[in-house]
């Protein structure tokens, strides 16, 4: 295993570790919030889980996990999931997995959140990672050019770019596309956010603000726990 996998591995299993019997549990995705979903059906609580992907609930359903929809439980009380890029006040990037527009409804519908990653994946200013924004397919072409001038009143000049997969649009879960768009130094996120949202057709983006409560990141030497 990677130093970053055992990482992400050890952030992982210290917020299994956060969970009860009876509790409703969000799961994240990606690979951080794959080793969070194993180790917590290796503890084998009784616990109902919301997947904010595909991928994610089938991987709690094969490890035996009772798996609900959004909506069909009471209030979310945990959800755990990875990040892109961990910034001040854990502002975070998200949706290098795709799922971002599941994962933020799942986020907000719960009453504590925490972010796992490893150490590379803090940094002192967001935008290194590329921000991902889930568009609607219809017309995704036109709306990346109000995506451009959305970002260039946030002084960004940069041509977001489409996600593909094997050559083809990718599709997210709901079946939008996604334009990643590289944003450098991000100055003011909360207004890039703003920006970003008001254009028609964007459906969301990865920017989390104000949502995080807490993050275990895997370095080296150990787990660290990070407040906003
Ligand atoms: C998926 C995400 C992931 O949480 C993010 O991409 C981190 O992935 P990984 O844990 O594989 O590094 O936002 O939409």
Redesign the pocket.
């Known amino acids: 295993m990677s130093d970053v996998d055992a990482q992400?591995r050890a952030a992982a299993e210290a917020a299994a570790e956060l969970v009860q019997s009876g509790m409703v549990v969000g799961l994240?995705?990606?690979?951080?919030?794959?080793w969070f979903v194993k180790a917590l059906g290796a503890r084998g609580l009784d616990i109902t889980c919301v997947a904010?992907?595909i991928a994610t609930g089938e991987l709690a359903a094969s490890l035996g996990m009772k798996v609900a929809e959004l909506g069909e439980t009471r209030e979310i009380d945990l959800t755990v999931?990875?990040?892109?890029e961990i910034g001040p006040g854990l502002a975070l990037i998200?949706?290098?997995?795709?799922?971002?527009l599941r994962?933020k409804l799942v986020w907000e519908a719960s009453k504590r959140c925490v972010v796992i990653?490893?150490a590379a994946?803090r940094v002192p200013v967001l935008g290194r990672f590329a921000l991902?924004i889930e568009v609607v397919a219809f017309g995704h072409r036109t709306t990346a050019l109000r995506i451009c001038d959305a970002l260039a009143e946030c002084d960004i000049g940069t041509a977001p770019r489409l996600r593909l997969r094997e050559g083809q649009p990718y599709r997210t879960d709901g079946g939008n596309v996604i334009y990643d768009a590289p944003c450098g130094r991000i100055r003011d996120p909360a207004a890039l956010a703003a920006a970003v949202k008001s254009v028609t057709g964007v459906v969301e983006h990865?920017l989390f603000l104000d949502l995080a409560d807490a993050a275990l990141v895997g370095t080296p030497e150990g787990v660290t726990q990070l407040e906003p």
């Open positions: 992400k994240g995705t990606g690979s951080t919030a794959a904010t992907s999931d990875g990040a892109d998200k949706g290098a997995g795709g799922a971002l994962e990653a490893d994946k991902p990865g």
